[in-house]
């Protein structure tokens, strides 16, 4: 009810004069367009996430002269993620011991996120034109995925016992991002898979790489007597690793 009141106050406001019905036809345009932008932006997001990754992260597709001197950002992207994040750490998926590698390149940092909305800043100012709302919609949508994309990248590779670590959905993106790490011109996105679909660079995990992704958690074992087993290797593994700390 208090909501209803909210928005009868806004739409007198809007419209500037007062309004007895009960249906405000705008603020199913209101909410239509907002599902609208939502989609949209997060769609377009998967895209560019699939795109920046593949051509920035991984390839140079740039003339030689866009990794010097000035742009000296790109060719640090590039060292960052493709040696060192694929190459260098992480040789297992949810494991670094070099102190200095365990975070490097692990989240975006802020100025790669301003890189990224520059790249978008045409598209955003299509979303501006269309409407405040959109458009905001957009940029907030920007902030969430890059949120989310810090956050499950994260959780991938140095796992906490957070509340979403045993999410499906949770599990089948870090799936998706395993099978990344075996090939790094498959999988690109982190966030939203649809990129990956649609541009045919997905890949499904190999007969090989189950005993790992049940290692990790991320499938589940059909029997208890395979649990108990996996158990056994994870507290093997874990003491193996505070050795390794420790030493
Ligand atoms: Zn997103
Ligand atoms: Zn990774
Ligand atoms: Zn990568």
Sequence with gaps: MIINLDLFFLSSCYYSLPRVTTDYPHKNFMILSLI??????????????????????????????????????????????AVRHHGVWY?????????????????FRLVDILIVLTCL?????????????AGV??????????FLWNTMHSQMHLPQPVFFA????FRWLAVHH????????????????????????K???????????????????KSPKTEIRLQKIRNK???????ILVG
């Design 36 to 81: 609208t932008s939502i989609v949209l932006s997060e769609t377009i997001f998967s895209f560019a996430e699939h795109q920046m990754h593949e051509n920035f992260m991984h390839k140079k597709v740039l003339p030689r002269r866009f990794y010097q001197k000035p742009y000296i950002i790109l060719q640090e992207i590039f060292e960052g993620h």
């Design 91 to 107: 040789r297992d998926f949810d494991f670094e011991a070099n102190p200095e590698g365990k975070n490097d390149n692990i989240k």
């Design 121 to 133: 800043l045409p598209i955003a100012c299509l979303f501006f034109s269309f409407s405040l709302l």
């Design 137 to 146: 919609t957009f940029i907030v949508m920007l902030l969430i995925h890059a």
């Design 166 to 169: 045993d999410w499906s959905i």
């Design 178 to 201: 395993y099978m990344h790490h075996q090939f790094t011109n498959k999988n690109y996105n982190i966030v939203v898979p649809l990129a990956d679909y649609i541009l045919g660079t």
């Design 203 to 221: 890949i499904e995990p190999r007969r090989k790489d189950l005993r790992e992704l049940l290692r990790l958690g991320y499938l589940k074992p």
């Design 237 to 243: 593994i874990a003491a193996q690793r505070e050795a």
